[in-house]
C-alpha cells in the first residue's frame, strides 16, 4: 500500500511512497482508514521542526473501521467505526502513565511520528486506545476526535469556568474547537485573527463568540482596548503558534488571570515574562492529550456541544498532499481531510 511518509530527516523530505501492510499483534487491531485530518504538527514535521523517527507514515487524526483483531482482544468487534488515541507506546511505568499522563511518558512513541500513522489505507494500533464513533457522528467529524481531545485536555489544565470572560488567539481548527468546549463550560469567548482569517471569524461568530476582531484593522477595537485599559480577561489561549499572538494576549489578560499556550510555534519566541510576574500570572501549557480527555471529547460530540463537522471544508486523496499542505499553510479554507485511496 502507499502512504504519505516523513522519508528521512530533513526540511521537506516528505513524499508518497511504498509501506508494507500491518499485520496484527496480541492486545492490537487494524483500522482501514476512512479519513485523516492534517494537523499543524503534520506541517511542523514537513519543516523539520517536530520530533520523527523517519522513514514514517505521517498522520494521526483518524477514522475508520476495525478491519482484524489480536489474540486477547475481546471488547471490539469487526467493522465497528472507530477512532484512536495516538500513543502506540508508552511504559505504563512512570509517574506521568500512572497518574493517568501518558503524555508525559518520555518514552512514547505516538503514530504519525515514531511509528507509522494514518495517510495511508491501514494503520495498527493498541487495542486500549480505541474509541467507537457515535451512531449518528459521520466518519468525517470523527476524524476530528483528536484534536478535540487535545482542547478539552488543554482546558482542564486551565481551569475554564463558568462566567469566565475568554480571549482566544488564532480562529483556526484548534481555536474553533477551544471556542465550543470553553463555551460548553459556560465562558463569554472573544476570537482575534489576521486579515487571513475573515473566514474562519465569521465561522467563530456563527459558533457562537461574543466578538471576532481583526487585529490588523487600523482602528484599534474597542473591546481589545477596554480589555487593555481595564480588568481583562479571565483566561487568555494562545492557539495560533504565533509570537505577536503571545505578546498581544499578555495585555489583555487580568491581573491574577490565566495564559494557555496550546499553538505550537515550532520554534523559541520573544516574550515578556518579567509580566507574569508583575501581574501574578498563571501560565500552563497543554501536550497533546489523557484518555480522559478523549471520554469528555466524544461526549460533546454525542450530545452536539461540539460541532466538528462544520470545520471540514476540504477532503482529497493523498496523492493531492502537496496542494493540501500549501492550502494548510495558506489558511485556505478550515480543516482539510486526506482520504487513503
Given at each position: 500500500?502507499?502512504?504519505l511518509?516523513?522519508l528521512?530527516p530533513?526540511?521537506?523530505?516528505?513524499?508518497?511512497?511504498d509501506?508494507?501492510?500491518?499485520?496484527?499483534?496480541?492486545?492490537?487491531?487494524?483500522?482501514e482508514?476512512?479519513?485523516?485530518?492534517?494537523?499543524g504538527?503534520?506541517?511542523?514535521?514537513?519543516?523539520?521542526?517536530f520530533?520523527?523517527?523517519?522513514?514514517?507514515?505521517?498522520?494521526?487524526?483518524?477514522?475508520?473501521?476495525?478491519?482484524?483483531?489480536?489474540?486477547?482482544?475481546?471488547d471490539l468487534?469487526?467493522?465497528q467505526?472507530?477512532?484512536?488515541?495516538?500513543?502506540?507506546?508508552?511504559c505504563?511505568?512512570?509517574?506521568?502513565?500512572?497518574?493517568?499522563?501518558?503524555?508525559?511518558?518520555t518514552?512514547?512513541?505516538s503514530i504519525g511520528?515514531?511509528v507509522?500513522?494514518?495517510f495511508?489505507?491501514?494503520?495498527?494500533?493498541?487495542a486500549?486506545?480505541?474509541?467507537?464513533?457515535p451512531d449518528h457522528?459521520s466518519?468525517q467529524?470523527?476524524?476530528?476526535?483528536e484534536?478535540l481531545?487535545?482542547?478539552?485536555n488543554?482546558?482542564?489544565?486551565?481551569?475554564i469556568?463558568a462566567?469566565d470572560?475568554?480571549?482566544?488567539a488564532?480562529?483556526g481548527?484548534?481555536?474553533?474547537l477551544?471556542?465550543?468546549?470553553?463555551?460548553s463550560?459556560?465562558?463569554?469567548?472573544?476570537?482575534?485573527?489576521?486579515?487571513?482569517d475573515e473566514a474562519?471569524?465569521?465561522?467563530a461568530?456563527q459558533?457562537?463568540?461574543?466578538?471576532?476582531i481583526?487585529?490588523?484593522?487600523?482602528?484599534?477595537?474597542?473591546l481589545?482596548?477596554?480589555?487593555?485599559?481595564?480588568?481583562?480577561?479571565d483566561v487568555?489561549?494562545?492557539?495560533a503558534?504565533a509570537?505577536?499572538?503571545?505578546?498581544?494576549?499578555?495585555q489583555?489578560?487580568?491581573?491574577?488571570?490565566r495564559?494557555m499556550?496550546?499553538?505550537?510555534?515550532g520554534?523559541?519566541?520573544?516574550w515578556?515574562?518579567d509580566?507574569?510576574?508583575?501581574?501574578e500570572?498563571?501560565?500552563?501549557?497543554s501536550n497533546?492529550?489523557v484518555?480522559?480527555?478523549?471520554?469528555?471529547?466524544?461526549?460533546l460530540?454525542?450530545?452536539g456541544a461540539?460541532?466538528t463537522?462544520?470545520?471540514?471544508s476540504?477532503?482529497?486523496?493523498?496523492?493531492?498532499?502537496?496542494?493540501?499542505?500549501?492550502?494548510?499553510?495558506?489558511?485556505?479554507?478550515?480543516k482539510?481531510?486526506?482520504?487513503?485511496?
Amino acid at each position: 500500500m502507499q502512504g504519505l511518509m516523513k522519508l528521512a530527516p530533513g526540511p521537506a523530505n516528505v513524499g508518497i511512497g511504498d509501506v508494507a501492510e500491518p499485520t496484527v499483534l496480541p492486545e492490537h487491531v487494524i483500522i482501514e482508514v476512512a479519513y485523516a485530518g492534517i494537523c499543524g504538527t503534520d506541517v511542523h514535521i514537513y519543516h523539520d521542526e517536530f520530533k520523527t523517527k523517519p522513514p514514517v507514515v505521517m498522520g494521526h487524526e483518524i477514522s475508520g473501521r476495525i478491519v482484524d483483531m489480536g489474540a486477547n482482544v475481546s471488547d471490539l468487534q469487526l467493522g465497528q467505526r472507530v477512532t484512536t488515541e495516538t500513543y502506540y507506546h508508552t511504559c505504563q511505568r512512570c509517574a506521568h502513565c500512572r497518574n493517568g499522563r501518558p503524555n508525559l511518558c518520555t518514552a512514547r512513541q505516538s503514530i504519525g511520528s515514531a511509528v507509522n500513522g494514518g495517510f495511508t489505507r491501514y494503520v495498527r494500533v493498541p487495542a486500549h486506545n480505541i474509541h467507537l464513533i457515535p451512531d449518528h457522528l459521520s466518519d468525517q467529524a470523527a476524524a476530528l476526535s483528536e484534536p478535540l481531545a487535545c482542547v478539552v485536555n488543554a482546558l482542564e489544565l486551565g481551569r475554564i469556568t463558568a462566567g469566565d470572560i475568554v480571549v482566544i488567539a488564532g480562529p483556526g481548527t484548534i481555536g474553533l474547537l477551544t471556542l465550543q468546549v470553553a463555551i460548553s463550560a459556560g465562558a463569554q469567548v472573544v476570537v482575534l485573527g489576521t486579515r487571513a482569517d475573515e473566514a474562519r471569524l465569521a465561522l467563530a461568530t456563527q459558533l457562537g463568540a461574543v466578538a471576532c476582531i481583526n487585529v490588523e484593522t487600523t482602528a484599534p477595537s474597542p473591546l481589545v482596548e477596554a480589555l487593555s485599559a481595564g480588568l481583562g480577561a479571565d483566561v487568555v489561549i494562545e492557539c495560533a503558534g504565533a509570537g505577536a499572538a503571545a505578546s498581544t494576549l499578555l495585555q489583555l489578560v487580568r491581573r491574577g488571570g490565566r495564559y494557555m499556550q496550546v499553538g505550537l510555534f515550532g520554534k523559541p519566541i520573544s516574550w515578556d515574562m518579567d509580566q507574569v510576574c508583575y501581574r501574578e500570572l498563571v501560565v500552563t501549557g497543554s501536550n497533546a492529550s489523557v484518555p480522559a480527555a478523549w471520554r469528555r471529547a466524544l461526549r460533546l460530540l454525542a450530545s452536539g456541544a461540539v460541532r466538528t463537522d462544520l470545520l471540514i471544508s476540504d477532503i482529497r486523496p493523498i496523492s493531492e498532499w502537496q496542494q493540501a499542505f500549501t492550502d494548510f499553510e495558506a489558511k485556505a479554507g478550515f480543516k482539510i481531510l486526506l482520504t487513503p485511496t
